[in-house]
């Protein structure tokens, strides 16, 4: 049945129920929230250390609490929509953000606001897979790569409006506007959601598996910690030990979901037996690893190594995030058209070379024209990334275990990012003691390099038919 089929009730909205056109915008605009609230907070970051008189670390630990919470949950939150509906699920999860939006701009101490945070991120790992399960059901695979070319066209533009958003509110008012902002916008989402998303749960009785939560959820903290930790302190005793804290409770989830998959596991196998989703897997993870190491590599460099403001680097860097805005709606509607791994090989390549392309321009001196270059080019190709892949990875998933799959590969994507950002800060604590030479800024770049590399490999795997 189709999603308009499902339409039913009288009201203003009533003819729009089930309209895919009007559940996209609706599924945008609290994806486009969710990603926002990752980086919108780092510009009020030193008003609110002021305001609430807290430590530095306090401060970053607002801004890690919701990234940390997001990562751990993904999975479980991502499977309690195919159990519960995506639609109750995304209902509940724009609910909770925007109660914990309010209550972060109403913390009167650090650690009110750090434990909103990790609310207001339970919030957005409630409503992020379902974001992707949703366009799955309402939209058929022949017609999937627009509505996630559009979607990542939101990611990308967060990312751009998070700082600039984060940066006028507090100058026109304080950090507290920061938060205050999503309540009337999620209050209008949920209400939109409830009009304009139908149930379209199968019927069948779904049961979440609560051991599977029990073992995943430390094992995802423990991990996700000890990166933090590990690239933060470096690699001392606790933080190898919170790693093989995480590596005995991922192995006892892997035993214990073994022996569920004949009922309702966490993780469904089926998912990981299916090799465009399995080798996508993959590649998302390298991918993420390689967007997020260049970004603080090319930060670390322009800064430290060439001297430039951190409103130059922030000018140098925002042209890859801007073309990869723009050109990610015109991506999704070609992967509808053309083998969408011929666009990721594409996107994979264009990346590569803006990245090469980088060096002559970061040694002795900044050309501010070869960097401006060099990032259009890294923009175009990550246009060509995440739309493409994420359409690989669930063009046969069935809508009872979408949630599962975009549950999984959220976190996957996550957990690259993380990785990313710890083996970047190995490379450069080295590199801060070598001559700043064209030689050592192509030795930190083969890190991103190599991490497409493996993209690639794993793109060359997937075979696509009908």
């Not at 308009?4 to 009201?11: E, F, I, M, T």
């Not at 940066?167 to 902002?181: P, S, T």
């Not at 999984?408 to 994507?413: E, K, P, Q, R, S």
């Amino acid at each position: 049945m189709s999603p308009r089929a499902v339409s039913a009730g009288k009201g203003p909205l009533s003819h729009l129920k089930g309209d895919p056109r009007a559940i996209l915008s609706l599924l945008v605009g609290g994806y486009f929230m969710a990603q926002l609230d990752l980086t919108v907070l780092v510009v009020a970051l030193p008003s609110i250390v002021e305001d609430l008189d807290a430590t530095v670390t306090e401060g970053l630990w607002a801004v890690n609490a919701y990234v940390l919470t997001v990562t751990v949950s993904l999975i479980t939150t991502g499977r309690l929509g195919d159990v519960l509906g995506q639609k109750r699920v995304f209902v509940c999860g724009l609910a909770v953000f925007t109660f914990f939006s309010l209550m972060c701009g109403l913390a009167h101490s650090p650690w009110q606001l750090i434990g909103a945070r990790a609310f207001q991120g339970l919030g957005a790992a409630l409503l992020l897979p379902q974001v992707l399960a949703l366009i799955t059901a309402v939209f058929p695979a022949e017609r999937r790569g627009t509505a996630l070319g559009i979607r990542g066209s939101a990611g990308a533009g967060a990312a751009v409006a998070g700082p600039v958003i984060g940066g006028l509110l507090v100058h026109a008012y304080d950090w507290r506007a920061v938060f205050f902002i999503n309540v009337p916008i999620g209050l209008s989402l949920l209400l939109l959601a409830l009009a304009l998303i139908p149930d379209l749960r199968s019927g069948k009785v779904r049961r979440l598996d609560p051991m599977g939560v029990v073992l995943l959820s430390p094992a995802l903290f423990c991990a996700v910690l000890a990166v933090t930790r590990g690239s933060a302190h470096g690699w001392d005793g606790w933080s190898l030990a919170i790693s093989c804290g995480a590596i005995v409770l991922m192995g006892g989830f892997v035993y214990q979901q073994s022996g569920k998959q004949h009922a309702e596991p966490l993780i469904p196998f089926v998912l990981l037996r299916d090799r465009g989703y399995s080798l996508m897997t993959l590649a998302g993870a390298s991918v993420s690893m390689s967007v997020l190491s260049f970004t603080l590599i090319l930060s670390f460099v322009l800064q430290d190594g060439l001297k430039l403001t951190p409103l130059e680097t922030g000018a140098l860097i925002a042209p890859a995030s801007l073309t990869s805005m723009l050109l990610a709606p015109f991506v999704g509607r070609l992967s509808d058209r053309i083998d969408p791994r011929r666009l990721l090989v594409a996107g994979l390549t264009l990346s590569a070379v803006g990245m090469a392309s980088l060096t002559p321009s970061l040694h002795d001196g900044v050309v501010w024209g070869g960097i401006v270059a060099s990032m259009v080019v890294v923009g175009a190709g990550n246009s060509m990334l995440f739309t493409p892949l994420t359409g690989i990875a669930l063009r046969r998933v069935t809508p009872d275990v979408a949630g599962a799959a975009s549950g999984l590969l959220g976190t996957v994507l996550q957990c690259g990012s993380l990785a990313g950002s710890a083996a970047a800060g190995l490379l450069l604590n080295g590199w801060a003691a070598t001559e700043h030479s064209a030689e050592a800024v192509l030795t930190l770049l083969l890190l991103p390099l190599l991490a497409l590399l493996v993209a690639a490999l794993a793109s060359a795997g997937v075979r696509i038919r009908g």
